[in-house]
């Protein structure tokens, strides 16, 4: 990092920096015990999975860290209704030992909810099963549109990650803002469910906005490879105008190195609609200002001065030494929105709510304040949150980019509870602010 302290202090207000260290160890020192009738006794067992090596870790370790937090500020309040959180991790790995860890976790460990996953082959085979045994699972990625219609189509117990759309729109619109003269465009995405799901919704909302656009190229890595030499010299023989690229963790940075080496980005536009998911590996020496990123719902350095993030962001770099990430939002609205649940629940019940009530009557369609600001899950089970994206520049006091954030609201970015993605798309239009620069 080549930011001082004195220079994030100033980022994040010198105010909100000393009073998330307050706040965090007042907290700690006051928390009163109070008994709680038809409550059961012993702590909380909350199931975590996420990925915490390879390409993925770019985004599973902030999700682990900020579900720590969220964790620790909650227990130094007294816990859920006098239950302390207790976080068992289980590290996702082949959707096989996936599957067995997330049984693991609840048939011998008594989780009474499972947090997480990243991998959208582990979510995939987990929903089923979360189905059969009951169990509530909140997912902070891993649920592509298809995929869930396909194998998860009468969901319960499983709340799905943000749908993949708020990318794809996004993208296009940011295309349609921005470069308007486009002509040609490529694409590079995984070869795999959510890359394949990615340029097909970027290009259909593409064509809406810009018809007379013409897809050039397709180019199909698998995941998790980082040698991209041939792509690019393919991608360069093709000239487009624009590249659009879905990949989300080590990759990014990969692939812009190797671009930004043979001057690729010298006569291409391109746009990353997750590139502000791992914006710290962004760094200025291989990334040009006036790239198109996606910060999904949450950018660390918004100039709104949301207060949990004020509070969230000192704590998280105190304990960290790094930024949090859409990931880490992702998980700590988990956790606090399965506390709201239950303490709503209980308000109403008077005793500790069911998995069962929980999933069908508590949790769809409740907001809860998370690090990003207001995130909810629709009455269908998906999480909502505003979509946030915007062009690099240079002029922070970081060694990597940050953007002029423009942000549009879930609801022009998802399709309304009872549709699904193609009919949404066939039916969506843009906003009148998204008019070409």
């Known amino acids: 990092m080549k930011s001082t302290r004195r220079e994030f202090v100033k980022l994040v207000g010198g105010a909100a920096l000393g009073a998330g260290v307050v706040l965090a160890g007042r907290g700690m ?20 999975m996420t990925l915490l090596s390879g390409s993925g870790a770019l985004l599973g370790v902030p999700g682990w860290k900020g579900v720590q937090i969220c964790a620790g500020k909650i227990n130094s309040e007294g816990g859920i209704l006098g239950r302390k959180v207790e976080l068992l991790m289980e590290e996702e790995t082949t959707p096989k030992e996936t599957l067995e860890k997330f049984r693991k976790l609840t048939i011998q460990n008594k989780a009474e909810v499972v947090l997480g996953l990243i991998s959208t082959a582990n979510g995939l085979a987990v929903g089923p099963v979360a189905e059969e045994l009951k169990q509530l699972w909140l997912s902070w990625d891993a649920t592509t549109e298809k995929g869930v219609e396909d194998q998860m189509p009468d969901a319960k117990y499983s709340f799905r990650a943000l749908d993949n759309s708020w ?43 810009l018809p007379k656009v013409k897809l050039v190229m397709d180019l199909w890595p698998k995941f ?10 393919a991608i360069r023989r093709a000239n487009p105008d624009l590249l659009y690229c879905s990949f989300w963790g080590a990759d990014i940075a990969a692939l812009m190195k190797q671009a930004y080496a043979v001057g690729l980005l010298k006569t291409t536009k391109v746009v ?4 502000g998911l791992v914006f710290e590996s962004l ?11 996606g ?20 704590v998280y770099y105190n304990r960290f030494k790094e930024f949090p990430n859409i990931e880490a939002d992702n998980a700590y609205f988990t956790l606090e929105s399965y506390k709201a649940a239950v303490e709503k629940g209980y308000s109403l019940l008077g005793r500790w709510p069911t ?39 240079h002029n922070n006091p ?15 970015n998802m399709y309304p509870a009872g549709s699904n993605f193609q009919k949404w798309i066939n039916e969506w239009k843009p906003n009148e602010y998204w008019k070409p620069a």
């Open 398 to 412: 970081y060694d990597f980019v940050t953007v002029d954030e423009i942000i549009t609201p879930g609801s022009d």
């Open 29 to 48: 020192a006051g928390a009163q015990t109070k008994t709680y009738k038809n409550v059961p006794t012993g702590p909380l067992k909350v199931g975590v």
């Open 272 to 275: 990353l609609p997750n590139g």
């Open 224 to 233: 998790g490879e980082m040698d991209f030499t041939t792509h690019i010299a």
């Open 167 to 209: 990318g794809h729109t996004h993208g296009a619109l940011m295309t349609m803002k921005y470069w308007p003269e486009v002509q040609t465009v490529a694409g590079i995405n995984n070869d795999y469910a959510y890359g394949r799901d990615c340029w097909v919704g970027y290009t259909t909302c593409l064509k809406k906005v």
């Open 283 to 293: 760094k200025k020496d291989f990334t040009p200002e006036g790239v198109s990123i």
């Open 355 to 393: 998995k069962e009530e929980i999933a069908t009557t508590l949790l769809p369609g409740m907001f809860v304040p998370s690090v990003s600001g207001w995130r909810g899950w629709t009455t269908d089970r998906r999480m909502y949150g505003d979509a946030i994206a915007g062009l690099t520049r």
């Open 295 to 314: 910060y999904c719902c949450y950018n660390p350095f918004s100039p709104r001065a949301w207060p949990l993030n004020r509070w969230f962001i000192p």
